[in-house]
C-alpha cells in the first residue's frame, strides 16, 4: 500500500487536527493553519512490533514528539485523557468501540484523517 | 466505610429505548451508516444535527411552560466557547424559522448576544474572533467588560474594602470587616480589577470571583437592553461538574438557582439553561458539522494540573468517572432536576458578592462547630471607628473566599450597591444598622458633587 | 525557634489543626476538639439526662475516641448518661475477632458494660460463610444492612434509648457525594441529618459529624488510645473509592471542603413534588422497612436459597425465582427474633429496673447482668 520506493520502512502519514484549545498544547513547528484549522501531517511507522499501528500509537507518537510540555494534558496514564474527542475520518471513534474492543486499537490506513477535540473547560 | 447500597451503577444507566435499532445503521433514519455514538446510540451526521435542533426547541419550550416565561426580548450570554457558541446558533435559527400553524410566533420577542469581555484578566483571550463569531450570527451584540465593575456610578461613588479577617493572630471570631474607601486617584478600572485578582488568594477564589462580575454583568447587560430572560448556555457536562464543585464549595443554598433549568431569583429576569440537555461531546460535534466556529477562551487553570483548583479538580474527577460509568453526567443531572431552593434562602437577601442568597446563621454555624480560641464569644466593638462587619451580608461560601482575601482588597462596585441596598432597605440585620445607613449616605453626599476619576 | 500556641499564647505548638489551619499546643487540641463535639450534642439536643447510650464500637480509632470522648464529656458536663459499649461481631477472621479484643480492652480502660451481638447468632451466618456463598463483590451489601439491625438488636437486648455511631465529617461528606453522583434521592435527604430514628424506638445519632477523620486520629495519637487499624479484609467498593479519592483532592485543595461539602448537604431541600418512599414494619421480623419485606429479610431468604442475588441486583423476581435452586432451605437458618418480642423484653427489662432501683438504690448492675448474657437470645 505505502510508497515503498525508499528504502526505509514503510509509513502511514496521518493528516491530524487539533481544537478547541488542544492546539495550544502542540509545538509550533508541527502545526500548519488551514482554513483557520490547526493541523498536522504525522508520518507513523506501518507496523509496531510487528502488529498494524493504531490510534493508541498515533496519540503516544504525538504525547513524545508534538506536545511542547505537560504531555498529561493530552495523554494519561492509560490514553487520551478523558474529555478529549477523537474523529477518525470523519466519524466518532466510540462508533468502533463495539465488543468490548478498545479504541485505542482502531487500525489507521494511510492518509486517515484524525481530529482531536477537547471538550474540557479553558483546556 | 462499607456500602452499604444495592443501587447498581452501570445497571442504573440510563438504558435510551433502543427503539428497534438496526445493527450498523443510524438509530433515527434507520438507513445511514452512523457517524456518531452518544451514550452507545448512534446516529447519522444528519439525523444528530436535526434531533439537536429539535432538542433544544424543546427545552426552551419546557422552559416557557414551567415558568410562564412571558414572550420577551432574551439576552444570549455568549462567552465564545463551545456551548455558547452553539446555543447562540441554535437560538438564531430557532428565532428565524419559519414556524406552522398556531405556533407561529418566534419564541422570543428579540434576543441580543450578550458578551462579557475577559480580555483584562486574560490578555490571550481571542477578543476579536469572539466578536466575529456573534456578529456572523446576526444578532445584535451588547458588549461589557469585566472592569466595568469598578466605573463610578451613583450607587456606589465608594468602594468597599476589605479591612481585616480576623481580630488578633490565629483568632477567636473571625471578623469579615469593610471600610468605605475610594479607588486610588491614578488607578484605571482596568488595573482596579487586576488588583482585586491579585489580593485573591487561589485559583478557586479567584473562579469565585470572575463568577460573581459575570453574573453580575450579564443581569445589567439584559437590563439595559430591556431582555426579560437570559439564555445560559451550560451544558449537561457543565452542570453536572458545576454541581458538584458548588456543593465542594458549601453552595448548598443556591445550588438550585445556579444549575436549574429556570430560575426567578432575579425577579425582573428570568434565567433559562436551555443547554442543559446536551452533553459535551454533542456540543462539539453539532459545531464540527454544523460548521459553527466558537473560540478558545482561558481560565484560571488553562494548562495547569488537576488539583489547580476546584473546578478544575471537579471537572477531571467528572469527566473520568463519565468515562467509566457513562451515566455519571446524566445522573446527575437528574439529582438536580429533583432538588429545590430551601424557603429561608428564597427570603434570604443577596450576598454582597455573588448575589445568591446570602442564608442566615451561616457564620454561626461555621464558628459552632469550629473552635478557635478558648476565651468566650465576645462582639467585637466596632463602634468606635469606621469599619462594618458585613459577615451577615455574606453567604456561606464568600465568607469563605475574603477569609482568605487579603486585606486592603477592594470589592466591586455593585457590592457596595447592594450594601447600600440593603442598608437602605431593612434586610440588613444588625445593630449597627443606623450607623452604617447614616454613613453610607454621609459618604455618598460627601462625595457626591467631587470630581472621581 | 518553638513556635507558641496560637490559642492559649503559651505552651509550645505541637501541631497544625487540620480544621483551621491554626498552629495548637496539645491541651489547646483536646479542649477545642472536646468542646466541639460538647457543641454538637447539645445544640442537636441528642440525648437526655437518665438516657441509656449504647456506643457502636469496632475497635477501629473512629468509635475508640467515641468512647473516650463520650465517658469524658458525660462526667465533664453531667449529661446524666448511662454509657454501654456495643459491638457487632460479623464473623470475619482475621479482622474482627482482633479488633474485638481490642474493644475488649476498651471495656476494661474506660470501665464501661460491654455487649456483643454476633451474625452467627442472631443470623445464622458469619460474613466468612456470607462471603464463602456470594463472593466478594456484594459482599459490603450484606455487612451493611446485617450491621443496621444488629446493633438495633443488642440496643433492644440492653433496653437502650439511644446508639451513637463514629461516623466522622469526611463520611458525611462522601456519601454526600455519592448520592448526588448516583441520583439517590432519599438517601441525600436523610444522610446529612445527625439524629435519625433507627427502628422506630432506638434513636441513632453521629456525635463526630462535624469532626474531621485527621482530627479524630491525631486525638488518638495524641491521647494514647489502644484502637485497631486494620482494615476490612473484604474489599470495599470501588464506586466509594472514587469520592473518596475525590473527597481526599478537595480537600488538598481547599482544606474547609469536608465541612463545606456537608453546609451544602444540609442545604439541599428534595423538591415538593418527588416522591420519597414511606416506612413501615417488615412482614416478616418487624423492622422498619420501605417495602412489605425489609432488606434483610430478602437477603437472608436468598442465602437460605441459594440465590445471593436476591436484594442485590435490580434483576427482575421472575428470574431470580426461575434461577432458584430446587433445594431449598440450605439448613443455616436462624429465624431472627421478631422486633416485637425484642421490644416485649426490652419493656421487661425496664419495669424491673424500675422495679429494682425503687427498692434498693444500687441495683442497676443486676438489671444489667440479666441481659449482657447470651440468656437474651
Known amino acids: 500500500m505505502a510508497d515503498t520506493t525508499e528504502k526505509e520502512t514503510p509509513k502511514l502519514l496521518i493528516n491530524v487536527e487539533f481544537s478547541d484549545g488542544l492546539e495550544t498544547l502542540i509545538k509550533d513547528e508541527v502545526l500548519k493553519k488551514r482554513e483557520g484549522r490547526s493541523c498536522a501531517q504525522i508520518k507513523l511507522e506501518e507496523t509496531y512490533g510487528g502488529s498494524p499501528a493504531t490510534i493508541r500509537h498515533l496519540a503516544e507518537y504525538i504525547r513524545d514528539n508534538c506536545i511542547k510540555s505537560k504531555p498529561e494534558l493530552f495523554y494519561d496514564k492509560d490514553g487520551v485523557r478523558p474529555g478529549i474527542l477523537v474523529l477518525i475520518n470523519n466519524d466518532d471513534w466510540e462508533l468502533f468501540e463495539e465488543d468490548g474492543i478498545d479504541k485505542h486499537d482502531y487500525k489507521l490506513e494511510n492518509n486517515a484523517d484524525v481530529v482531536f477535540i477537547s471538550t474540557l473547560h479553558g483546556g | ?453 | 525557634m518553638p513556635r507558641q500556641c496560637n490559642i492559649c499564647q503559651t505552651a509550645r505548638a505541637i501541631i497544625r489543626r487540620p480544621k483551621t489551619g491554626q498552629r495548637i499546643c496539645k491541651e489547646c487540641f483536646f479542649y477545642v476538639f472536646e468542646t466541639e463535639i460538647h457543641h454538637t450534642i447539645v445544640d442537636n439536643r441528642l440525648f437526655k439526662p437518665g438516657d441509656r447510650i449504647g456506643i457502636g464500637a469496632s475497635g477501629g480509632k473512629d468509635s475508640t475516641v467515641l468512647a473516650y470522648v463520650m465517658k469524658t464529656l458525660n462526667e465533664r458536663y453531667n449529661y446524666g448518661l448511662e454509657l454501654f459499649l456495643l459491638s457487632v461481631d460479623e464473623g470475619i477472621s482475621g479482622y474482627r475477632d482482633d479488633s474485638l479484643e481490642t474493644v475488649k480492652r476498651n471495656q476494661q480502660q474506660y470501665d464501661l458494660p460491654l455487649k456483643i451481638v454476633s451474625y452467627e447468632q442472631l443470623y445464622g451466618w458469619s460474613m466468612d460463610s456470607i462471603v464463602e456463598t456470594v463472593g466478594r463483590k456484594n459482599n459490603c451489601t450484606f455487612c451493611g444492612v446485617f450491621r443496621r439491625q444488629a446493633l438495633d438488636r443488642g440496643a433492644l437486648m440492653l433496653d437502650l434509648d439511644h446508639i451513637v455511631t463514629g461516623h466522622n465529617a469526611d463520611d458525611i461528606a462522601e456519601t454526600i457525594l455519592m448520592n448526588i453522583l448516583r441520583g439517590d434521592i432519599p438517601r441525600l435527604s436523610r444522610c446529612t441529618e445527625i439524629a435519625t430514628m433507627g427502628d422506630g424506638y432506638i434513636g441513632r445519632s453521629k456525635p463526630f459529624k462535624y469532626a474531621y477523620e485527621k482530627e479524630i486520629v491525631m486525638y488518638a495519637y495524641l491521647k494514647r488510645l489502644d484502637y485497631f487499624s486494620t482494615e476490612c479484609t473484604y474489599s470495599p467498593n470501588a464506586y466509594r473509592g472514587y469520592a473518596r479519592q475525590f473527597l481526599k483532592d478537595l480537600e488538598a485543595v481547599r482544606p474547609s471542603a469536608i465541612i463545606d461539602i456537608i453546609y451544602s448537604g444540609e442545604a439541599m431541600k428534595v423538591a415538593e413534588n418527588v416522591k420519597l418512599p414511606t416506612m413501615t414494619s417488615c412482614e416478616r421480623c418487624g423492622y422498619i422497612s420501605s417495602n412489605s419485606i425489609c432488606k434483610a429479610c430478602v437477603l437472608l431468604e436468598g442465602l437460605e436459597r441459594g440465590v445471593p442475588k436476591m436484594g442485590i441486583a435490580k434483576a427482575s423476581s421472575k428470574q431470580i425465582e426461575q434461577d432458584a435452586p430446587e433445594v431449598a432451605r440450605r439448613g443455616k437458618a436462624v429465624e431472627p427474633v421478631h422486633f416485637e418480642k425484642l421490644r416485649e423484653k426490652a419493656l421487661n427489662i425496664r419495669k424491673q429496673r424500675m422495679l429494682n432501683a425503687a427498692t434498693s438504690s444500687c441495683s442497676k448492675d443486676t438489671a444489667l447482668c440479666e441481659c449482657t448474657g447470651d440468656s437474651c437470645q
Not at chain 2, 470589592?411 to 457596595?416: E, K, R, T, V
Open chain 2, 1 to 453: 466505610m462499607c456500602d452499604t447500597s444495592t443501587l447498581d451503577i452501570s445497571a442504573a444507566a440510563e438504558a435510551p429505548s433502543r427503539r428497534k435499532a438496526v445493527p450498523g445503521k443510524c438509530i433515527k433514519c434507520k438507513a445511514a451508516k452512523p457517524n456518531v455514538a452518544i451514550r452507545r446510540i448512534q446516529y447519522c451526521r444528519q439525523c444528530f444535527v436535526k434531533a439537536s435542533v429539535t432538542k433544544f426547541r424543546m427545552a426552551v419550550g419546557k422552559s416557557r411552560k414551567r415558568v410562564a416565561w412571558p414572550r420577551t426580548k432574551v439576552l444570549i450570554a455568549f462567552s465564545g466557547g463551545p456551548s455558547s457558541s452553539a446555543m447562540l446558533r441554535l437560538a438564531a435559527d430557532l428565532q428565524n424559522m419559519e414556524l406552522k400553524g398556531t405556533d407561529a410566533m418566534p419564541p422570543f420577542l428579540g434576543a441580543v448576544v450578550g458578551h462579557i469581555d475577559e480580555s483584562c484578566l486574560f490578555p490571550s483571550c481571542p477578543e476579536s474572533n469572539i466578536c466575529a463569531i456573534a456578529a456572523n450570527s446576526g444578532i445584535q451584540l451588547e458588549t461589557l467588560a469585566l472592569e466595568h465593575v469598578f466605573l463610578p456610578t451613583e450607587d456606589h461613588l465608594a468602594l468597599l474594602e476589605l479591612v481585616q479577617t480576623a481580630l488578633a493572630p490565629g483568632a477567636a471570631k473571625e471578623q469579615l470587616c469593610v471600610r468605605l474607601s475610594k479607588p486610588a486617584k491614578d488607578a484605571s478600572c482596568a488595573e482596579q480589577l487586576q488588583t482585586l485578582f491579585s489580593n485573591l488568594k487561589s485559583p478557586t477564589d479567584k473562579e469565585d470571583m470572575l463568577q460573581a462580575i459575570k453574573t453580575a454583568l450579564l443581569v445589567q447587560l439584559a437590563r439595559n437592553s430591556g431582555c426579560g430572560a437570559i439564555l445560559l448556555g451550560d451544558s449537561a457536562t457543565r452542570t453536572a461538574v458545576k454541581a458538584m464543585a458548588l456543593t465542594g464549595r458549601g453552595r448548598g443554598f443556591s445550588l438550585p438557582l445556579e444549575v436549574g433549568a429556570e430560575s426567578q431569583w432575579f425577579q425582573d429576569i428570568v434565567a433559562i439553561r436551555p443547554m442543559r440537555d446536551f452533553v459535551a461531546k454533542e456540543i462539539a460535534f453539532f459545531n464540527r458539522w454544523t460548521r459553527q466556529p466558537s473560540a478558545f477562551v482561558p481560565t484560571f487553570t488553562t494548562a495547569e494540573h488537576r488539583r489547580a483548583s476546584i473546578n478544575r479538580l471537579t471537572e477531571a474527577f467528572i469527566v473520568e468517572l463519565d468515562q467509566d460509568f457513562a451515566s455519571t453526567v446524566p445522573t446527575v443531572c437528574r439529582t438536580l432536576q429533583k432538588l429545590e431552593t430551601r424557603p429561608d434562602a428564597l427570603a434570604a437577601a443577596p450576598c454582597l458578592v455573588c448575589g445568591m442568597p446570602a442564608e442566615p446563621d451561616a457564620h454561626t454555624w461555621r464558628t459552632r462547630l469550629t473552635i478557635d480560641s478558648n476565651v468566650p464569644e465576645s462582639t467585637p466593638d466596632t463602634s468606635e471607628n469606621d469599619t462594618f462587619d458585613i459577615t451577615s451580608c455574606l453567604c456561606y461560601s464568600c465568607q469563605t473566599m475574603l477569609r482568605h482575601t487579603a486585606p486592603g482588597a477592594q470589592l466591586p462596585g455593585f457590592c457596595s450597591s447592594r450594601l447600600h441596598a440593603a442598608a437602605a432597605g431593612s434586610s440588613l440585620v444588625s445593630e449597627n444598622q443606623d450607623r452604617l445607613r447614616k454613613q453610607i449616605e454621609n459618604f455618598i453626599i460627601s462625595d457626591s458633587d467631587s470630581d472621581d476619576n
